[in-house]
């Protein structure tokens, strides 16, 4: 089976500044892939060369095999690629429950979610399939006594356990996360933990985490891979990484 997720030589250039100089990385069916380092690193821009936000200066992105490099990234959400980010985005005026159903919208029949709103005829089928969902990921994510406030009025918590919810809501083919555990509390975390450990058993979903928490990323994550000036310095197990001398040397030390 081929990696879900293939970053090959990546390279980043912004005039005579490379942000990323060669940077391979793969992510397996199931896999759960942590990316550590400095403030600097080139953390959110290889996110931003995932997800197509960012054209890469030299290098490709494959997803299931298939060459992504210059699709948008509507293109790459289609084909299965979710993302979270350091600041939460959420639909801020609709209600949490309503997050989760628009997320669900491209897999729906045609209309949209108003008519799922208002109830129009034809449209009960999908729309519970859609509605059942919701309600089992916001139990999942802890988020079912904030089911009908707007998300807009959410602490940052909250907000950023949505956007979680709405990433995986779509049963995903790859997820990225980006620093997911930033303004989160202790009890927070661990609903974190769960809701991403409910997604991954007996999933092909592969999951790139990009956190400054280490203990998470090495509690969690089945390889941990370091960047350091925008370039790959050691990659392996979390034991492995942890005890590299290069890591400890530029960043863990």
Known sequence: MSDVLAVDDVSVRFGGVSALTDVSITVAPGEFVGVIGPNGAGKTTLFDVITGMRRPSDGRVRLDAADVTGRSAAYRARRGMRRTFQRQQVFGALSVWENLLVAQESTGMRGGVLVDVLGLSGRRPASKAREERADAVLAQCG?????????????????????????????????LLDEPTSGLGEAETEVLSGALR????????????????????????????????????AEGTPDEVRNDPAVRSAYLG
């Not at 904030?146 to 049963?171: F, T």
């Not at 400054?212 to 370091?226: N, P, W």
């Open 198 to 233: 409910t997604q991954l058993e007996g999933s092909d979903c592969g999951v790139l985490l990009v956190e400054h928490d280490v203990a998470f990323v090495m509690r969690h994550c089945d390889r941990v891979v370091v960047l350091d000036l925008g370039r790959v310095i």
């Open 143 to 175: 988020l079912e006594t904030v089911h009908d406030l707007p998300a807009g009025s959410l602490p940052i918590g909250l907000a950023r356990m949505v956007e979680l919810a709405r990433a995986l809501v779509q049963q995903p083919r790859l997820l």
